[in-house]
DNA sequence: TTGTATGCGTTATCAT
DNA sequence: ATGATAACGCATACAA
């Protein structure tokens, strides 16, 4: 079946190409009502769909737009194993179709920059998750398209940036665990960098522990991968050496189900013998047994803001809106916080 | 930064167009050793991209492929969540970067045909997963670009296909729970459709009952959605009604999942009340607990193995090749499975 | 209101 | 070996 082009359907409705692209383009001021029937009927007639390659060259835009996500630690996959991207990528490609774009994935490539695929594409504009070095963001800013950032402290007037009040997270968790009647809290996280956002989630438990005038020892704090598997060997640590933890903060939802497996693996159980909170609300996190108490972010619908977000912005319509915006954190209860206040 | 194009690496090369355009594709012997060192020297100098709208509007081709999943029900979102899919993707993903290609994900839309996308996008080809309507098929024929099909038993020499045994699977099932003492087995599934994966796993079960001269009984088959939601409700069902069931078959890990827990919900422990199996071994299945003993295939390398196929169709280089693969099964024992024969 | 002509960046044909 | 040029499908400035 050989393409149908407007030339195509302009002969069909025996007027000219010019009045077919104004049919198309909402230009229907510029026909008359008559041609505009014609050319509909010949449109359908032909199944007529524009080219978008055509489209892009000459419009400089695609209707195009990027998605970028951490890789996994091997370079080899993009991190869609893990639920939080999927499930935020979810959203964002709910939003998308709606506003009729389609995007592009990509897992970030050591090295090379991002720049050849949003040239070569000539993507309208970016959603960037995951946090990388300074100079991956200088080198953002250079292709010059609108961008919203997830869950990212860079402030920096070239991006838009789109997350979650993750001190106020860490806080909420840890003073749950605390009006619980726990006072030895451990907390399981993955590595703490200067402006992430696992250090803030630290932040507030840190914050949370003084409020409540317990003190902060930082014997209690397993840092290593953000992962399940280092979730399980944080648990086992404390299973095995730190009877007198009765309660954990995970600052992930995949580490808080590590933990509790560890846990588990030295006839700890939870909640009964030891609490756990995690943090995002994943799919999982409702299905797992014990069903697991957290606090939860609506990652669909942050998602969906990213996108709204970033398409706003590429119509320039987002002049007198906020730059930066932060989703609501609510604390959802399940069956893994045992409350021990008599 | 303005674009750079083909006729500013000339200009700064001090050479044609024609020449650069050569250059950039490995049409080497139509330039001398000199002048591509100029041009190359040229296209670094100025950060030269190549644009691909270009590229596809005189190639027809768009170095792009589509990629089809299913909608969740409410028709909003696609079906990303599920962990099925995402895995796939990853494994997809990985393939196509590696060889060069970008693709599109699109959630199907009630209705409208994929026709539109793929014209539009010019797209090189596409993998379709998923089971639909005959019509859809059809549909998709008149594309006329390769398709590769997971997971579907239609089997049209259009299309190339790539899957799994599933009768096999669910015969492998079932009868390592016979194995291990049960004559007792139900079954939880999704809808039994005719010719999809569903029924061939149903279908492997029977057989596996039948070979162990075991009766096959209808009141044992939990037939439902395919999801988590409907395996709890299953496994409440089980487990409140009929305390002569010992094992359950889940034909996915999602719904074996669910049906874990809706056991628990009635204080049946698994293993130690009833044995449970599933399907797919997804990323969760080694996290929960119990681990889940399952049918493994390996869904990453699924998705390598769609893409080397679809790639493989595109480049018109698998005139020899089988239009069909059959990825292996093996079954992988975890905690969810009690022996229980003396 | 309608149509003609031009250009977007690239590849390919055809001279040179 | 090299370069001028047409063509891909579309949108738009401009002329009619």
Excluded: W
Excluded at 282 to 310: D, H
Aim: net charge negative; proline share 3%.
């Amino acid at each position: 079946m050989k393409r149908q082009t407007i030339k195509d359907v302009a002969k069909a409705a025996g007027v000219s190409a010019a009045a077919v692209s104004y049919a198309i383009n909402g230009k229907e001021h510029k026909v008359s009502a008559e041609t505009l029937e014609k050319i509909k009927d010949a449109m359908s007639e032909l199944n007529y769909v524009p080219n978008y390659s055509a489209r892009s060259l000459v419009n400089n835009r695609s209707n195009l737009i990027g998605i970028v996500i951490p890789q996994t630690e091997d370079m080899n996959h993009p991190l869609l194993e893990n639920p939080f991207y999927s499930e935020i990528i979810s959203g964002i490609e709910a939003e998308l179709r709606n506003r009729g774009y389609h995007f592009i994935l990509s897992g970030v490539n050591k090295g090379k920059s991002y720049l050849d695929t949003s040239m070569q594409r000539n993507l309208d504009g970016a959603i960037i998750m995951g946090i990388y070095h300074e100079s991956f963001y200088e080198e953002l800013k250079e292709i010059n398209i609108p961008m919203v950032l997830i869950d990212s402290y860079i402030h920096d007037s070239y991006f838009r940036n789109i997350g979650i009040d993750d001190e106020e997270g860490g806080f909420m968790a840890t003073r749950y665990l605390i009006g619980k009647g726990h006072s030895n809290i451990a907390l399981a996280t993955g590595m703490i960098k200067k402006d992430g956002v696992v250090e803030k989630r630290f932040l507030g438990y840190k914050r949370a522990l003084k409020e409540a005038k317990l003190f902060y020892r930082p014997e209690f704090v397993y840092e290593g991968t953000m992962s399940y598997e280092y979730g399980v060997e944080a648990g086992r640590l404390i299973g095995e050496k730190h009877p007198e933890i009765t309660a954990v903060f995970a600052t992930s939802d995949m580490m808080a189900l590590g933990v509790i497996t560890g846990l588990s693996e030295c006839g700890k159980r939870v909640p009964e013998d030891v609490s756990v909170i995690g943090f995002d609300d994943i799919a999982i996190s409702k299905i797992f047994i014990p069903k697991l108490t957290t606090i939860k972010q609506n990652i669909t619908r942050k998602g969906i803001k990213a996108a709204e977000c970033l398409l706003d912005a590429m119509n320039g319509e987002d002049a007198e809106l906020p730059k930066e915006i932060i989703l609501p954190l609510e604390i959802v209860e399940r069956n893994s916080v045992r409350d021990i206040s008599e």
